[in-house]
């Protein structure tokens, strides 16, 4: 069976990295409970808006990123099971191609070159599976859809939710 994973918000901390940075650039506290429901673009001051927008576009946002809580043990016993692919929308901000890449290599080393999709519109994948926390790359897929819950994504319904990796581990493995 074909298993396609998303990196971001899925086996990556961006959330908390985009909180991280911008408490560290404005001085602030910003937390993941103040932001449930939102973007973290969405819970700060219209004129730091952008600022947050910008994050992907700076060289090493997406080097320091922290993988998940338990993603990486997980993927390693899934990736014995199935055919697993991490599959990330890059093209928006070229500069992380290399920087996703690397991490992939650092952090999951034993996902092979072979099976990383860095593409545009996930509409193309086609497989069994798909771990994603966006609903716009639900949608299309054909497969069994799992949502991974982020703050951003709480009140979204009607995909089966898994609220982390050992929920997925539980149904999966």
Known sequence: MTLFVDMDEVIADTYGAHIDRYNKDYQENLTREFCMGHE???CVPENRQQSIQNHPTLEGFFSALKP???SQSVMKELS???EVYIASAAMEHPKSLIEKYQWID???PFIHWKKRILCGDKHILSGDILIDDRVFNLEPF???SLMF????NIHEE???RVNNWMEIAEKLL
């Open 40 to 42: 973290v673009w969405q």
């Open 68 to 70: 998940m809580k338990d």
């Open 80 to 82: 014995l099971k199935y």
């Open 106 to 108: 650092e952090h999951f």
């Open 142 to 144: 054909q497969g069994r």
């Open 149 to 152: 819950t982020s703050p951003h």
């Open 158 to 160: 009607g995909f089966e």
